[in-house]
């Protein structure tokens, strides 16, 4: 695809249940990342995957939250035992890496937990 | 710690005239700001980038200003149009580091007034 694709792109999910959200990155880019924006917040960084180096997690909120990168491409984030206070939407993007470039968003992943 | 900061949460703007968006940022290790646009219910859309070693970067009715030594950055969007209607987010981030996470603003919501 042209841009960056993410899935689902709503979620309901109950408490205490696991989620995994997908995203597609633009074909070539080399760099991923993962934020989430809560209701009326800013954009929170989550985790940032750059070729094959380690990733920053840094922004991760607790272990219930975990992120891999397969192959270098498609991602995948995954909430375990999942709680009210992730209900946010979960922006993934993507870009060339190192230099100045920008990022491009995908649509996002609007997680509610009920 | 938020080291990007946009202090104005809404800004209102009649139609024809200038906005102006704020950011102001604390880590000097900063050398690539970018401006992005965003839609309810999409993901954010880049719109205008600056490096550190520019002080204005121009692209049709949007321009960025960088004043370093004050840890400041804006966006001038003339003239303001009703699709200008939007949150608009700054970013910055390390490009020389190979980590190129980007740490947005909270963002201010601009609404164009016909």
């Known amino acids: 695809g042209a841009g960056v694709s993410q899935s689902p792109s709503n979620k309901v999910t109950e408490k205490g249940k696991d989620v995994e959200l997908r995203c597609d990155p633009i074909?070539?880019?080399?760099?991923l990342y993962w934020y989430r924006q809560s209701l009326g917040q800013g954009l929170e960084f989550l985790i940032y995957f750059q070729g094959n180096s380690a990733p920053d997690k840094s922004g991760l909120p607790s272990d219930r939250f975990s992120a891999e990168r397969t192959g270098g491409s498609v991602s995948t984030l995954t909430i375990q035992r999942t709680q009210q206070e992730d209900s946010a939407v979960y922006l993934c993007?993507?870009?060339f890496g190192t230099g100045g470039t920008e990022a491009f968003f995908g649509q996002g992943t609007r997680l509610t937990v009920v | 710690d938020q080291q990007v900061k946009q202090n104005s949460p809404s800004l209102s703007v009649q139609e024809g005239r200038i906005s102006i968006l704020n950011c102001d940022y604390t880590?000097?290790?900063?050398?690539?700001f970018l401006w992005y646009k965003k839609y309810p219910a999409e993901g954010p859309t880049f719109l205008i980038s600056?490096?550190?070693?520019?002080d204005k970067n121009e692209d049709g009715r949007f321009t960025v200003f960088l004043n370093k030594s004050a840890k400041h950055l804006s966006l001038h969007i003339v003239p303001s149009q009703p699709g200008d209607s939007a949150v608009y987010f700054c970013?910055?981030?390390?490009?020389?580091?190979?980590?190129?996470?980007?740490?947005f603003g909270t963002g201010t919501r601009l609404t164009i007034i016909p």
């Open positions: 970013a910055a981030k390390i490009s020389n580091f190979g980590n190129e996470k980007l740490t």
């Open positions: 600056i490096s550190s070693i520019k």
């Open positions: 074909s070539g880019h080399t760099a």
């Open positions: 880590n000097s290790m900063f050398d690539y």
């Open positions: 993007a993507s870009s």
